[in-house]
């Protein structure tokens, strides 16, 4: 049996004072937004890469356009979401469930002035089994449509701590090579 610690993947909501709207619309948006982040803090990548794709399936439409500050091209369309998003995470599954790289998710979400558009901060810290850490935050802005998100925007990202090594992850190594 192998007796090394698993990963932890924690997930935290900090509430901040949020416009309350008024209207069907509005309730709309907000409750799905609020329905999508509570889906991204439950799933739990060191157990599955497929939890967050069955989520891009279920709340974001079929004609998704996804932006970013920090890259010319948007994102258009579920599949080629998803095909994105693989590129992430499944190199974070495996360094989360066999590396033991601990995986911490926090989500604020933040007050807007337009019922259709939802505001939240993000941040992911990365820690690895030497202590190590980094940790990456963001704002996204998402745009919903009939319970679907038809547009979603990423900004204002910060990095802080250095990339972690193949050092700072359990990997079994022949002895004698690094």
Do not use: C
């Not at 937004?33 to 060191?46: F, K, P, Q, R, V």
């Amino acid at each position: 049996m192998n007796s090394r610690k698993k990963s932890t993947h924690i997930s935290t909501r900090t509430a901040l004072g949020t416009a309350s709207h008024t209207g069907a619309p509005a309730d709309t948006a907000s409750s799905s937004e609020l329905a999508l982040n509570d889906a991204i803090l439950g799933a739990d990548i060191s157990r599955s890469y497929e939890e967050f794709l069955g989520i891009v399936d279920e709340f974001y439409s079929d004609a998704i356009e996804v932006r970013s500050d920090g890259s010319p091209e948007p994102v258009r369309g579920k599949a080629h979401l998803k095909s994105t998003l693989l590129r992430y995470l499944v190199p974070l599954h495996v360094m989360a469930e066999i590396g033991g790289l601990s995986v911490y998710l926090q989500e604020m979400p933040i007050a807007g002035d337009s019922p259709d558009d939802q505001y939240s901060q993000w941040s992911v810290e990365l820690v690895g089994v030497t202590g190590r850490r980094v940790q990456m935050s963001w704002t996204v802005r998402r745009r919903w449509l009939r319970r679907r998100v038809v547009f979603e925007y990423h900004y204002d990202h910060h990095h802080e701590g250095e990339p972690l090594s193949i050092s700072d992850l359990w990997i079994a190594t022949p002895d004698g090579l690094e």
